[in-house]
């Protein structure tokens, strides 16, 4: 009921954002400064913000335990542990990139959008997935900006947990700590819709202009 809840909900439509007696435009983000804006929303200490960095400090202390833990094995004559730790690390750094992005855009389309298209920054290692000209609200910014990080860290515990005793444990562990990174950027652009409490923020993508604008109706919920 929820998500058909977030389906059906009727946003207004970018001509209705350009009505500047109901709604203010209160950022316009270069998608070459998405790494810049993230930054600024990671240091703002916000809740979400405070909660994602727990997280992240947690999968990063867990990432590091293990992959020293598969390096000392490996100088003891196990190499097996060690093997799975750098698989993990690549498959992370190159499909699990391309996989994350395609989520978003599943996500996208779940909530109604028509025309999703990728692209990237890849001197910044800058990847995004876009939905041209489509407005979408808090609710479904939140569900397209979680369904990466919700369904690898199930997919990456469910492994983890049947793979206890075997050495593709160090691949799901390194996979589920190194992808916390990537969601950082989705937490940052989330914590952005927190900002404004009591009122209704809107944001759409212009893939002609590489932006992203977010607008805030005048008037309270």
């Given at each position: 009921?929820?998500?058909?809840?977030?389906?059906?909900?009727?946003?207004?439509?970018?001509?209705?954002?350009?009505?500047?007696?109901?709604?203010?435009?209160?950022?316009?983000?270069?998608?070459?400064?998405?790494?810049?804006?993230?930054?600024?929303?990671?240091?703002?200490?916000?809740?979400?913000?405070?909660?994602?960095?727990?997280?992240?400090?947690?999968?990063?202390?867990?990432?590091?335990?293990?992959?020293?833990?598969s390096i000392a094995l490996a100088v003891r004559?196990?190499?097996?542990?060690?093997?799975?730790?750098?698989?993990?690390?690549?498959?992370?750094?190159?499909l699990l990139v391309f996989i994350h992005e395609?989520?978003?855009?599943?996500?996208?389309?779940?909530?109604?959008?028509?025309?999703?298209?990728?692209?990237?920054?890849?001197?910044?290692?800058?990847?995004?997935?876009?939905?041209?000209?489509?407005?979408?609200?808090?609710?479904?910014?939140?569900?397209?900006?979680?369904?990466?990080?919700?369904?690898?860290?199930?997919?990456?515990?469910?492994?983890?947990?049947?793979?206890?005793?075997?050495?593709?444990?160090?691949?799901?562990?390194?996979?589920?700590?190194?992808?916390?990174?990537?969601?950082?950027?989705?937490?940052?652009?989330?914590?952005?819709?927190?900002?404004?409490?009591?009122?209704?923020?809107?944001?759409?993508?212009?893939?002609?202009?590489?932006?992203?604008?977010?607008?805030?109706?005048?008037?309270?919920?």
């Amino acid at each position: 009921m929820k998500l058909l809840h977030i389906n059906k909900t009727r946003n207004p439509s970018v001509r209705d954002l350009q009505n500047q007696e109901r709604f203010e435009l209160i950022a316009e983000l270069s998608h070459h400064q998405i790494k810049e804006f993230v930054i600024e929303q990671l240091t703002s200490g916000s809740l979400i913000i405070n909660i994602f960095m727990f997280y992240q400090v947690l999968m990063i202390f867990i990432g590091l335990f293990f992959s020293t833990r598969s390096i000392a094995l490996a100088v003891r004559g196990d190499l097996q542990p060690l093997i799975y730790t750098v698989a993990g690390l690549a498959f992370t750094f190159t499909l699990l990139v391309f996989i994350h992005e395609i989520l978003h855009g599943i996500a996208l389309k779940i909530i109604g959008a028509t025309k999703v298209t990728f692209g990237g920054i890849i001197k910044k290692f800058i990847f995004y997935a876009q939905a041209d000209q489509f407005v979408i609200n808090r609710n479904q910014f939140s569900f397209v900006a979680l369904t990466p990080l919700v369904l690898i860290k199930l997919i990456t515990l469910v492994v983890v947990i049947a793979f206890w005793n075997h050495p593709l444990l160090y691949s799901g562990i390194i996979v589920m700590s190194a992808h916390s990174l990537f969601c950082a950027g989705d937490i940052g652009l989330l914590s952005f819709f927190y900002m404004y409490p009591g009122y209704k923020i809107y944001t759409y993508d212009s893939k002609a202009e590489s932006k992203s604008f977010f607008y805030m109706e005048s008037t309270d919920i």
